[in-house]
């Protein structure tokens, strides 16, 4: 199968790894927009080869106004924000929307799935589709009860047409239970199996993604309450899970994202720090257990740079997009060729 798809005394500044070639650009999809606030970025290649990004903007996280905005790439430039979902419901009431996640399935509509409800505790899953790419979009769907779909990061396809979706819940419970889990359809998203890692260890995670390591094999990974990034592992592309473990580096409790190179190798996203949300770095790792430092995107101290997504386009080029200070979409392209990198060792990030 092909591959699918600061005080800070530990954790060492920006200037520790020179990969500038590597960014081929970088740059702020929109100067301003109807929205105060944004957050939850994702991004996608269509079937046609186009970029489509998406995310939550409103007031403030929360907000009943929040509404899930669309650009698209057109003749190299980001077109202006569109709303193309909100969470007003038919007896008027609102509630804000979040989380939007753009997905592009083989020789199928694409598809943005998205959470509609007061809190996360509460909240239920949407979904509406694309026949032209993302110019035009239909009716929401409400997914069925108990199915949330991809709760931050994009899914992966099998060979089969499989849809595997990373997400979790967070319980009513105070302190609230975080538990991750898969939502697979082998249907484009008709019906909908749930799959489970086993119950112990207890690890309060959520937020994953999915990555290709060969042979039949899967990894997941993402946010923790405990400091440190969660891993779990499939020996039978996702039919069944492993018992979950915490990895090695540090994790301010935030979103990450990863993808599965073409080459065989991983790309993680995430903010290499036990709290805030700077710095924002790039890790890369041949097997998904050892992981060497590769880019460092951002690095203010009492900045948040957050909730990444990241892709391998068509060209072999990556594509990644982030909260800038709540405030913008940043959108960043490398060349994954000329990343540089460096062991992680104990957790800390190389000289």
């Not at 005394?9 to 590597?22: E, H, K, N, V």
């Not at 399935?105 to 694309?130: C, H, I, N």
Request: hydrophobic share 35%; proline share 9%.
């Amino acid at each position: 199968m092909k591959p699918l798809f600061f005080a800070l005394p530990c954790f060492l500044l920006a200037t520790s790894i020179r990969a500038d070639d590597a960014v081929l650009k970088s740059e702020f999809i929109y100067d301003s927009g109807p929205y105060p606030q944004i957050h939850a970025t994702t991004i996608v290649e269509t079937s046609k080869g186009d970029m489509v990004s998406a995310w939550f903007g409103g007031t403030h996280e929360k907000n009943p106004d929040v509404c899930i905005w669309v650009s698209r790439l057109v003749d190299g430039k980001w077109t202006e924000s569109v709303e193309v979902a909100n969470g007003v419901q038919p007896d008027g009431k609102r509630h804000p929307t979040w989380n939007p996640v753009l997905f592009q399935p083989k020789d199928a509509p694409l598809m943005l799935f998205y959470k509609v409800g007061e809190d996360p505790q509460k909240w239920w899953g949407e979904l509406r589709t694309s026949e032209d790419g993302g110019k035009t979009w239909s009716a929401a769907r409400k997914l069925p009860e108990g199915i949330l779909g991809p709760i931050k990061n994009k899914p992966v396809q099998l060979a089969d047409g499989t849809i595997i979706c990373p997400t979790s819940t967070e319980s009513v419970a105070k302190p609230s239970l975080w538990r991750a889990h898969f939502e697979v359809s082998k249907d484009l998203g008709k019906t909908w199996t749930i799959v489970k890692p086993p119950a112990e260890p207890a690890i309060d995670a959520i937020q994953p993604s999915i990555l290709d390591l060969g042979g039949g094999k899967l990894m997941s990974l993402g946010r923790s309450k405990h400091k440190k990034l969660f891993q779990v592992f499939s020996e039978d592309l996702g039919a069944t899970w492993g018992p979950m473990g915490l990895t090695e580096l540090p994790n301010p409790n935030s979103g990450t994202d990863a993808v599965t190179l073409k080459d065989g190798r991983h790309l993680l996203i995430y903010n290499h720090t036990p709290s805030g949300r700077s710095p924002l770095n790039i890790a890369v790792s041949k097997d998904g257990k050892t992981w060497e430092g590769a880019l460092i995107l951002e690095n203010e101290p009492k900045k948040e740079f957050s909730y990444p997504a990241i892709i391998q386009t068509s060209d072999g080029l990556v594509h990644a997009t982030y909260t800038w200070q709540r405030k913008k979409v940043k959108h960043v392209v490398i060349d994954p060729a000329k990343l540089t990198a460096k062991p992680i060792v104990n957790g800390e990030w190389p000289k």
